[in-house]
Structures are given as structure tokens and as C-alpha cells.
């Protein structure tokens, strides 16, 4: 399974970001697909995930500002990240959760956002 982030790296504050996760080798209909970030000098913060039925769940602090979907057309889920501040400059990663273990077992590269104000 590979995973591939793509977007635009320079976002304006008060915008949505706006990242899509290419999958190929595995169907975005199996297992959870995630989104994670991690600031400059900071850990790793889980944003949320789609399942494999197209539920989603999102992080408390950010559950306001994000909305994950999905193109099983396309294999892609897409993170949306609206308003965003000088503090949600990161990585932005891609991952997959295996649905037998809960635990990640395949990652994008990842790609970096900065925000502009």
C-alpha cells in the first residue's frame, strides 16, 4: 500500500486548507484512513479519520475546523482544515489504520503547509 499527500503548501490565514491522499496497492473501502499532523518542534496530533464505510471521526480541538471525505472513484480522502491560524503550520501525513489491530500500519510521506498572513 502507498500513500501520497498532495496540496498546496502556502495557505492564506483565515482559509481552508484543502490536502488529498492518493491511496494505491489497498481500496480506501477497508480500514481506517487517517490524517496527522506535526508542528515544527512538536509531536505528532491525530486530526481524524474515514472509514472504510465513510463514517468519520475528528480531534476535539480541531473537530470545528475539519471535514474529511472521500472518492472511492478516485481512491482519494480529502482533509479540509478551514480558518486557519499561524499555529496550524506542520507536516500534514496520510496514514492507514488496520481495522484488526488499530494500529498504523501504512504512511504518506507527508507534505509541509505554511500559512501566510
Given at each position: 500500500?502507498?500513500?501520497?499527500e498532495?496540496?498546496?503548501?502556502l ?8 490536502l488529498?491522499?492518493?491511496?494505491s496497492?489497498?481500496s ?14 512538536k509531536g505528532?496530533?491525530?486530526i481524524?479519520w474515514?472509514?472504510?464505510?465513510g463514517s468519520t471521526?475528528?480531534?476535539p480541538?480541531?473537530?470545528?475546523r ?7 472513484s ?15 503550520p ?9 481495522t ?8 504518506g510521506?507527508g ?6 498572513s
Amino acid at each position: 500500500v502507498q500513500l501520497q499527500e498532495s496540496g498546496p503548501g502556502l495557505v492564506k490565514a483565515s482559509q481552508t486548507l484543502s490536502l488529498t491522499c492518493t491511496v494505491s496497492g489497498g481500496s480506501i473501502t477497508t480500514n481506517y484512513w487517517n490524517w496527522i499532523r506535526q508542528p515544527p518542534g512538536k509531536g505528532l496530533e491525530w486530526i481524524g479519520w474515514i472509514s472504510y464505510s465513510g463514517s468519520t471521526a475528528y480531534s476535539p480541538s480541531l473537530k470545528s475546523r475539519t471535514s474529511i471525505s472521500r472518492d472511492t472513484s478516485k481512491n482519494q480522502f480529502t482533509l479540509q482544515l478551514s480558518s486557519v491560524t499561524p499555529e496550524d503550520p506542520a507536516g500534514y501525513y496520510c496514514g492507514k489504520v488496520l481495522t484488526s489491530t488499530s494500529l498504523f500500519d501504512y504512511w504518506g510521506q507527508g507534505t509541509q503547509v505554511t500559512v501566510s498572513s
